[in-house]
T-cell receptor
Protein backbone atom coordinates (compact mmCIF):
# COMPACT_ATOMS: atom_id res chain seq x y z
CA UNK A 1 0.00 0.00 0.00
CA UNK A 2 1.18 3.49 -0.72
CA UNK A 3 0.07 6.96 0.33
CA UNK A 4 -2.68 7.34 2.90
CA UNK A 5 -5.32 4.64 3.34
CA UNK A 6 -8.57 4.79 5.27
CA UNK A 7 -11.01 2.12 6.37
CA UNK A 8 -13.86 1.65 6.12
CA UNK A 9 -14.69 3.63 2.99
CA UNK A 10 -18.38 3.74 3.86
CA UNK A 11 -20.07 3.43 7.24
CA UNK A 12 -23.69 3.57 8.28
CA UNK A 13 -24.36 3.63 11.99
CA UNK A 14 -27.14 4.30 14.43
CA UNK A 15 -26.95 6.99 17.07
CA UNK A 16 -26.27 4.46 19.83
CA UNK A 17 -23.50 2.58 18.03
CA UNK A 18 -19.77 2.76 18.68
CA UNK A 19 -17.45 2.53 15.71
CA UNK A 20 -13.90 3.49 14.79
CA UNK A 21 -12.34 4.96 11.67
CA UNK A 22 -8.81 3.94 10.83
CA UNK A 23 -6.13 5.79 8.90
CA UNK A 24 -2.68 4.59 7.93
CA UNK A 25 0.03 6.55 6.15
CA UNK A 26 2.89 4.90 4.29
CA UNK A 27 4.81 8.10 3.54
CA UNK A 28 7.06 8.31 6.61
CA UNK A 29 5.36 11.53 7.71
CA UNK A 30 5.35 12.73 11.31
CA UNK A 31 2.04 14.62 11.45
CA UNK A 32 -1.51 13.36 10.91
CA UNK A 33 -4.87 15.08 10.76
CA UNK A 34 -8.59 14.41 10.85
CA UNK A 35 -10.91 16.61 8.79
CA UNK A 36 -14.66 16.70 8.35
CA UNK A 37 -16.18 17.65 5.01
CA UNK A 38 -19.90 18.36 4.88
CA UNK A 39 -21.79 19.27 1.74
CA UNK A 40 -21.14 22.83 0.54
CA UNK A 41 -18.89 23.68 3.49
CA UNK A 42 -15.12 24.10 3.64
CA UNK A 43 -12.99 21.35 5.05
CA UNK A 44 -13.11 21.55 8.83
CA UNK A 45 -10.00 20.57 10.75
CA UNK A 46 -10.84 18.36 13.73
CA UNK A 47 -7.58 17.11 15.21
CA UNK A 48 -3.85 17.41 14.61
CA UNK A 49 -1.20 15.01 15.84
CA UNK A 50 2.47 15.87 15.52
CA UNK A 51 5.03 13.27 16.59
CA UNK A 52 2.13 11.28 18.07
CA UNK A 53 1.06 14.11 20.37
CA UNK A 54 -2.22 15.91 19.92
CA UNK A 55 -1.38 19.52 19.19
CA UNK A 56 -4.78 20.78 18.15
CA UNK A 57 -8.35 19.97 19.03
CA UNK A 58 -10.57 22.28 17.07
CA UNK A 59 -13.53 22.45 19.50
CA UNK A 60 -14.73 19.02 18.46
CA UNK A 61 -17.52 17.39 20.53
CA UNK A 62 -16.41 14.65 22.89
CA UNK A 63 -18.40 12.06 20.94
CA UNK A 64 -15.39 12.11 18.61
CA UNK A 65 -12.26 10.68 20.24
CA UNK A 66 -8.96 10.47 18.36
CA UNK A 67 -6.11 8.08 19.03
CA UNK A 68 -2.62 8.07 17.56
CA UNK A 69 -0.70 4.98 18.72
CA UNK A 70 2.28 5.67 16.43
CA UNK A 71 3.30 7.99 13.64
CA UNK A 72 1.75 5.79 10.94
CA UNK A 73 -1.69 5.16 12.42
CA UNK A 74 -4.55 7.38 13.42
CA UNK A 75 -7.99 6.39 14.69
CA UNK A 76 -11.21 8.29 15.21
CA UNK A 77 -13.49 6.62 17.73
CA UNK A 78 -17.17 7.46 17.36
CA UNK A 79 -19.97 7.06 19.89
CA UNK A 80 -23.50 8.41 20.28
CA UNK A 81 -23.25 10.42 17.10
CA UNK A 82 -25.98 12.68 15.74
CA UNK A 83 -27.44 12.70 12.21
CA UNK A 84 -25.71 16.05 11.59
CA UNK A 85 -22.38 14.25 12.01
CA UNK A 86 -22.99 12.53 8.67
CA UNK A 87 -20.15 13.67 6.41
CA UNK A 88 -16.96 12.64 4.66
CA UNK A 89 -14.17 12.16 7.19
CA UNK A 90 -10.74 12.67 5.71
CA UNK A 91 -7.39 11.75 7.15
CA UNK A 92 -4.22 13.51 6.01
CA UNK A 93 -0.52 13.40 6.77
CA UNK A 94 2.42 15.71 6.26
CA UNK A 95 6.08 15.98 7.06
CA UNK A 96 6.39 18.80 9.54
CA UNK A 97 10.03 19.64 9.98
CA UNK A 98 9.39 23.04 11.49
CA UNK A 99 10.44 24.95 8.40
CA UNK A 100 8.57 26.15 5.38
CA UNK A 101 10.47 23.62 3.33
CA UNK A 102 8.54 20.75 4.82
CA UNK A 103 5.25 22.49 4.28
CA UNK A 104 5.99 23.18 0.64
CA UNK A 105 4.83 19.62 0.02
CA UNK A 106 1.45 20.27 1.62
CA UNK A 107 -0.68 17.52 3.05
CA UNK A 108 -1.61 14.19 1.52
CA UNK A 109 -5.14 12.98 1.98
CA UNK A 110 -6.66 9.55 2.24
CA UNK A 111 -9.78 8.66 0.22
CA UNK A 112 -12.05 9.34 3.19
CA UNK A 113 -14.79 7.50 5.04
CA UNK A 114 -18.31 8.47 4.05
CA UNK A 115 -20.28 8.29 7.28
CA UNK A 116 -24.06 8.22 7.56
CA UNK A 117 -25.66 8.45 10.98
CA UNK A 118 -29.26 7.29 11.11
CA UNK B 1 -14.65 37.55 7.76
CA UNK B 2 -13.60 34.10 6.54
CA UNK B 3 -9.91 33.28 6.85
CA UNK B 4 -9.76 32.13 3.24
CA UNK B 5 -12.36 33.31 0.79
CA UNK B 6 -13.07 32.03 -2.72
CA UNK B 7 -15.80 32.60 -5.27
CA UNK B 8 -17.68 29.29 -5.09
CA UNK B 9 -18.71 29.48 -8.75
CA UNK B 10 -19.72 27.41 -10.54
CA UNK B 11 -17.57 28.41 -13.48
CA UNK B 12 -18.65 26.87 -16.78
CA UNK B 13 -16.17 27.43 -19.61
CA UNK B 14 -15.65 25.85 -23.04
CA UNK B 15 -12.77 23.50 -23.66
CA UNK B 16 -9.64 25.38 -24.69
CA UNK B 17 -10.55 28.54 -22.82
CA UNK B 18 -8.41 30.25 -20.21
CA UNK B 19 -9.90 30.53 -16.74
CA UNK B 20 -8.66 32.30 -13.63
CA UNK B 21 -9.59 32.00 -9.98
CA UNK B 22 -8.78 34.39 -7.17
CA UNK B 23 -8.63 33.76 -3.48
CA UNK B 24 -8.18 36.21 -0.60
CA UNK B 25 -6.84 35.50 2.86
CA UNK B 26 -7.30 37.58 5.98
CA UNK B 27 -4.32 36.67 8.16
CA UNK B 28 -1.20 38.65 7.31
CA UNK B 29 0.87 35.99 9.11
CA UNK B 30 0.00 33.51 6.37
CA UNK B 31 3.21 31.79 5.40
CA UNK B 32 2.61 29.12 2.79
CA UNK B 33 0.03 28.88 0.04
CA UNK B 34 -1.32 26.03 -2.03
CA UNK B 35 -3.90 25.12 -4.61
CA UNK B 36 -5.59 21.75 -4.18
CA UNK B 37 -7.91 20.02 -6.58
CA UNK B 38 -10.85 17.89 -5.48
CA UNK B 39 -12.80 15.73 -7.89
CA UNK B 40 -16.39 14.81 -7.11
CA UNK B 41 -16.58 12.37 -4.16
CA UNK B 42 -12.79 12.12 -3.98
CA UNK B 43 -10.17 13.45 -1.60
CA UNK B 44 -8.33 16.74 -2.16
CA UNK B 45 -5.00 16.44 -3.95
CA UNK B 46 -2.21 18.97 -4.03
CA UNK B 47 -2.14 20.73 -7.39
CA UNK B 48 0.70 23.13 -6.71
CA UNK B 49 2.37 25.23 -4.08
CA UNK B 50 2.37 28.98 -4.63
CA UNK B 51 5.68 30.78 -4.36
CA UNK B 52 6.28 34.48 -3.80
CA UNK B 53 7.70 34.99 -7.27
CA UNK B 54 4.86 33.10 -8.91
CA UNK B 55 5.25 29.69 -10.48
CA UNK B 56 4.10 27.71 -13.44
CA UNK B 57 3.45 24.01 -13.95
CA UNK B 58 2.47 23.25 -17.51
CA UNK B 59 -0.87 24.91 -18.22
CA UNK B 60 -1.23 26.09 -14.61
CA UNK B 61 0.16 29.37 -13.28
CA UNK B 62 -0.09 30.49 -9.67
CA UNK B 63 0.55 34.01 -8.41
CA UNK B 64 0.83 35.47 -4.92
CA UNK B 65 0.23 39.10 -3.98
CA UNK B 66 1.21 39.53 -0.33
CA UNK B 67 0.41 43.25 -0.25
CA UNK B 68 -3.20 42.65 -1.29
CA UNK B 69 -3.37 39.25 0.37
CA UNK B 70 -4.62 37.27 -2.56
CA UNK B 71 -3.48 34.35 -4.63
CA UNK B 72 -4.60 33.35 -8.09
CA UNK B 73 -4.66 30.30 -10.31
CA UNK B 74 -4.69 30.53 -14.09
CA UNK B 75 -5.51 27.53 -16.27
CA UNK B 76 -4.67 27.87 -19.95
CA UNK B 77 -6.03 25.70 -22.79
CA UNK B 78 -8.47 24.03 -20.41
CA UNK B 79 -9.25 20.34 -20.81
CA UNK B 80 -12.37 18.38 -19.94
CA UNK B 81 -10.31 16.65 -17.26
CA UNK B 82 -9.75 19.99 -15.51
CA UNK B 83 -13.36 19.88 -14.29
CA UNK B 84 -13.11 19.77 -10.50
CA UNK B 85 -13.34 21.94 -7.39
CA UNK B 86 -10.23 24.02 -6.77
CA UNK B 87 -9.36 24.72 -3.15
CA UNK B 88 -7.28 27.65 -2.01
CA UNK B 89 -5.23 26.69 1.06
CA UNK B 90 -3.15 28.76 3.45
CA UNK B 91 -0.78 27.90 6.28
CA UNK B 92 -0.51 30.43 9.08
CA UNK B 93 2.98 31.00 10.48
CA UNK B 94 3.41 29.14 13.76
CA UNK B 95 0.19 27.16 13.35
CA UNK B 96 0.24 23.43 12.87
CA UNK B 97 -2.59 23.40 10.35
CA UNK B 98 -3.82 24.39 6.93
CA UNK B 99 -6.85 26.60 6.39
CA UNK B 100 -9.01 25.65 3.41
CA UNK B 101 -11.25 27.87 1.36
CA UNK B 102 -14.71 26.72 0.36
CA UNK B 103 -13.51 25.84 -3.13
CA UNK B 104 -14.37 27.03 -6.62
CA UNK B 105 -16.23 24.59 -8.80
CA UNK B 106 -15.10 24.47 -12.42
CA UNK B 107 -16.81 22.64 -15.28
CA UNK B 108 -15.18 22.48 -18.70
CA UNK B 109 -17.71 21.94 -21.46
CA UNK B 110 -16.95 20.19 -24.79
Amino acid sequence: ETGVTQTPRHLVMGMTNKKSLKCEQHLGHNAMYWYKQSAKKPLELMFVYSLEERVENNSVPSRFSPECPNSSHLFLHLHTLQPEDSALYLCASSQDIGTSGGWALGQFFGPGTRLTVL
Amino acid sequence: RKEVEQDPGPFNVPEGATVAFNCTYSNSASQSFFWYRQDCRKEPKLLMSVYSSGNEDGRFTAQLNRASQYISLLIRDSKLSDSATYLCVVKIQGAQKLVFGQGTRLTINP
